[in-house]
Nanobody, 112 residues
């Protein structure tokens, strides 16, 4: 079975940075993605990364977020800079395009 374990979320002030991680176990990593879900909103795609490292971002994230992967550690990261309250959400990782079972996510809260 494939397990997805997100970590690294925190409470941060506007303008701050965080770098959550997602550890993938039970399967080789192929294309992966970060998603987020704000309170009472649907889960939305944040960024994707292919097996060879090609990345895509939703337009609001492109200038502030960077997705990366470490195949040796079976881990993907999301560097988030210049955070705003609108970035407050639970952040999840998953495979693309076929989703595995969702993990618990990691809470990111941006507040002054």
């Amino acid at each position: 079975q494939v397990q997805l374990v997100e970590s690294g979320g925190d409470l941060v002030q506007p303008g701050g940075s965080l770098r959550p991680s997602c550890v993938v176990s039970g399967s080789n990593m192929f294309a992966m993605a970060w998603y987020r879900q704000a309170p009472e909103k649907q889960r939305e795609l944040v960024a994707t990364i292919t097996s060879d490292g090609r990345t895509t971002y939703s337009d609001p994230m492109k200038r502030r977020f960077t997705i990366s992967r470490d195949n040796a550690k079976s881990t993907i990261h999301l560097q988030m800079n210049n955070l705003s309250p609108e970035d407050t959400a639970v952040y999840f990782c998953n495979s693309m395009p076929l989703h595995r079972s969702w993990g618990q996510g990691t809470q990111v809260t941006v507040s002054s």
